[in-house]
């Protein structure tokens, strides 16, 4: 077998794949991260890093870069359920605030990030298949070339080749249950994340960039057909629910064009020999709790450490990977669950009402649904019967 140039190459170089690189690059690792975009390049997001994403940056050192674009911090999260709203903070003492920048913005970051830490980048290539030696992986081959390496890293999305080429058996899958659509309105001011829940509707509104707002909207994925035609049409029927927010909006204007996507839900076994994956080539969950990129960032920090582990020889592959899954799914599987529950769409029921109701006003309790929301608490501390109980009793 030829010996590997490489420790790790990384294939994907967006919110998973850069980071994985950069932090793998810093223990001294050698590391090739290839993507087939350019960079800056727009892809379609929810843009929003929750408190725990905007955390992992301060710890990389990013986040004054990112503050640096002019992306508002957010510091409040509103749920309007229609007959009443629950606002409250969604971050910590140390990490207090969401941003939502744009991704040609972000991803510049995390890129130049990586290439400061000594990882090799090629842009615009595209890996055409995996090496195998032997049913284990050990390099790739695209542009004419083949590179080597101890392991090779999915970080290349939904469609990921990797997973693709190795066959990730997914568990815990299902359909698409929503479809999105969104743009950038500007005379619309907000320094809240602005999360509206309807029956069969829901959106969401967050500053970002030069003075604009992001505006998502969204409808179950069985109508997609129904509506494919009239997206516009469809968003300001479904915004007509709110009659305050209808009238913001009617005074804003949109800058740019409606796009939009529709998101599968999975696991997949993230790692085999010789390979692995990271972000969502290895976990997608549909976009209404905008968790993406926040657990991109976390999953890269995970796959870092069980890197190391193995290719320092502290610990064998298997089991160094076996960890990564784990901890990747405790931390994510309940999220994930609430997920699905939330983009069902379906109006709540009598004791969720009844939660819901028994908090509103209450501050604290509703700083605790904040937090629930954008990750900072796992659902089973916050639906634990004791912490019910205090917070309705304020």
Partial sequence: MTEATYDVIVVGARCAGSPLAMLLARQGYRVLLLDRQTFPSDT??????????????????????????????????????????????????????AYAPRRTLLDKILLDAAVAAGVEVREDFSVEELVFDDGKVTGIRGGGVTERSRVVVGADGRNSVVAKAVGAPAYEDHAPLTVGYYSYWSNLPTDTFEAYSRPGRGWAVCPTNDGLTLVIGGWPHAELAEHRDDVEATLMETFATSPAFTERIRDAKREERIVGASVPNYFRVPFGDGWALVGDAGYSRDFITAQGITDAFLDAEHLARALDETLSGTAPFGEALAGYQSRRDARAMPHYQMTLGIASLQPPDEQMIGLVSAIAGKQPAMDAFARLNSGVTPPAEFFAPENIGKLVAG
């Fill in 44 to 97: 379609v997001s929810t843009h929003v890093i929750h408190p725990p994403g905007a955390s992992a940056l301060q710890r990389w050192g990013l986040l004054d870069q990112v503050v640096a674009t002019g992306c508002p911090p957010v510091g409040r999260y509103s749920f309007d359920f229609g007959p009443l709203t629950l606002a409250g903070a969604p971050g910590t003492p140390d990490s207090p605030y």
